[in-house]
């Protein structure tokens, strides 16, 4: 019997609602809160068409998720025990600082971005530890793929396989076909933003950086193909060499196709790409911001999309025996699959769904701590038999290193 708020109704949004439907012995009243409530709307009346059955009540509402008084006045109103942000990581401060003023638990999938900062880490949101430890409150952070599952087969290895990790190397590919010339799969500034910034990646204590795309190396990723793969700096990272102190070297990969790295070196060779507004007929814009008004919304590519991405963390280093070790835990998505399941992409299906699992177990108090805590923090098992159950095998593979040093 829980209420619950999800704040944003973008292509995570989608998911987490409609897996919170399936999932109705857990989620019994839900709001589906953004900025525009027309796309709150579509998604209900999709699940009233696809899910006649669930018992879950869905309500919408409009918000602003930047300001925390109208924020306060939406969660005072529908008293829910938890809120699902799946905003945009520019909202993450705002809604926890409503979350502390009204008593509510509280999950993200991204870590905070200042909108004028390409910068995204973790201490503004770990500043707000004592405070909801104080209210008693639990924030869980970084709960979609990566961050988020990819924590959780971290502390998997941990757990069932290692004694001592010594490498990690996180390794992400989308051997998708959207048919597009570009897209991205998830909001467009914030993909932008991302792989246009230096890369980084953990040795011995430091941080290394990297020019945008300039280490790369062929990876198999098992089931799907050998795909290019390029270090760049993930969240995700941050949290986990601070958890897991015996990592020497950590790092995360992800694949670019020949003609996405093309599209983008034009885009950002022109400022296409800049985050800093122009003035434009009296208005200041951020080119990126303007990009984003032109490229596909990445829900829209969900429909003819086909082939598979395949997520995973390979661990090395001393197995619970004592002996070397190299082991690789995964899973691998279908794009068509999870179109026909809940109309979305593959990307936004392996993130919504760890949102909703992470909201599940701790409406259930199986995952219970307050403050303001990541995921590896928690006991994996129950996470990975919940990704089973709801659409994200784990597949493991012994043996293979397919990340070489
Ligand atoms: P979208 O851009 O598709 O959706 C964002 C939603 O948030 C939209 O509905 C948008 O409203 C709404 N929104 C934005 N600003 C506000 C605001 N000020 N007030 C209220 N609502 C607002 O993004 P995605 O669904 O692709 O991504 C959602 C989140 O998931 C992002 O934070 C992203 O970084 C994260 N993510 C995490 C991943 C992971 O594996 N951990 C992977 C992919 C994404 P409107 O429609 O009006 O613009």
């Not at 971005?113 to 004592?130: C, I, T």
Request: aromatic share 10%; net charge negative.
């Amino acid at each position: 019997m829980s209420k619950v708020i999800i704040i944003g109704a973008g292509g995570v949004g989608n998911v987490v609602a409609k897996k919170c439907a399936q999932n109705d012995s857990v989620f019994t009243e839900v709001l589906i809160a953004t900025r525009t409530v027309s796309k709150a709307d579509k998604i209900v009346a999709e699940i009233h068409q696809h899910l006649p059955d669930s018992k879950t009540q869905f309500s919408t509402a409009s918000v602003d998720a930047d300001n925390v008084p109208a924020l306060v006045e939406l969660f005072n109103a529908f008293k829910p025990e938890l809120v699902i942000n799946v905003a945009l990581p520019y909202q993450d401060l705002t809604i926890m600082d409503a979350c502390l003023e009204t008593g509510v638990h509280y999950l993200d999938t991204a870590n905070y971005e200042p909108l004028d900062v390409a910068k995204f880490e973790y201490s503004w949101q770990w500043a707000y530890r004592q405070r909801f430890e104080e209210a008693g409150l639990m924030a869980l952070l970084g709960c979609g793929f990566d961050p988020g599952a990819t924590n959780i087969f971290t502390a998997h290895h941990a757990k069932h396989h290692f004694s001592e990790i010594h490498y990690l190397d996180i390794i992400d590919c989308n051997n998708g076909d959207h048919g597009k010339a570009f897209a991205t799969n998830f909001n467009p500034e914030i993909n932008i933003r991302e792989i246009t910034a230096n890369g980084r990646y953990y040795e011995n204590g430091e941080w290394i950086e990297t020019k945008p795309l300039e280490i790369s190396q062929d990876i198999y990723y098992p089931k799907v193909a050998t795909r290019k793969s390029f270090v760049l700096y993930h969240e995700e990272l941050e949290s986990l060499v601070l958890n897991f102190p015996t990592i020497k070297r950590a790092r995360f990969w992800m694949t670019f196709g020949e003609n996405y790295i093309k599209h983008l070196n034009v885009l950002e060779g022109i400022g296409m790409t800049s985050i800093v507004p122009i003035d434009f007929r009296g208005l200041k814009v951020a080119p990126i911001e303007f990009l984003k008004a032109v490229l596909p919304v990445p829900e829209s590519l969900a429909e003819n999309y086909t082939g598979q991405t395949c997520i995973g963390v390979q661990a090395k280093g001393v197995g619970k025996e004592g002996q070397e070790k190299v082991h690789f835990v995964y899973n691998v998505c279908d794009h068509a699959e999870t179109y026909k399941e809940v109309q979305a992409q593959g990307v936004s299906y392996t993130t919504g769904v760890p949102a909703m699992i992470g909201a599940a177990l701790m409406l259930q108090g199986v995952w219970k701590k307050v403050g303001v805590h990541n995921v590896e923090e928690f006991d994996p098992d129950p996470f990975i038999a919940e990704m089973n159950k709801w659409g994200l095998k784990v597949d493991e593979l012994a043996g293979i290193e397919l990340v070489k040093a």
